[in-house]
């Protein structure tokens, strides 16, 4: 199976921006989509891939955020469309990067899928 990343443009500070994860070419090795965490990642220019958000598997859907996008990120899950989102809002120059989503199937503790990136540019 493969994720694809989707929803990435251009906008300005302040702007706001959905982007969606979804997956496609087949099924995954283990489980189905609803038992893998899910997470947005990204990489500015120059630098090192971080941590944005994520959200839990089932159940109580935890979310956990990089205090860099607190109160201005929403990430969820639909999981009968095998489908992640980020809303973006507020969006600032510093949030300018390739974001990648990413699954971890159950209790594993590292990412086992990733997709290929879908570029955001804030101007000031």
């Known amino acids: 199976v493969q994720l694809q990343a989707s929803g990435g443009g251009s906008v300005q500070a302040g702007g706001s921006l959905t982007l969606s994860c979804t997956t496609s070419g087949g099924t995954f090795e283990r489980g189905t989509f609803s038992t893998y965490a899910m997470a947005w990642f990204r990489q500015a220019p120059g630098k090192e891939r971080e941590f944005v958000a994520s959200?839990?598997?089932?159940?109580?859907?935890?979310?956990d955020y990089a205090d860099s996008v607190k109160g201005r990120f929403t990430i969820s899950r639909v999981n009968a469309k095998n489908t992640v989102y980020l809303q973006m809002d507020s969006l600032e120059p510093e949030d300018t990067g390739i974001y990648f989503c990413?699954?971890?199937?159950?209790?594993?503790?590292?990412?086992?899928?990733w997709g290929q990136g879908t570029l955001v540019t804030v101007s000031s």
């Open positions: 959200i839990t598997w089932s159940g109580s859907r935890k979310t």
């Open positions: 990413a699954a971890r199937y159950a209790a594993d503790t590292d990412y086992n899928y």
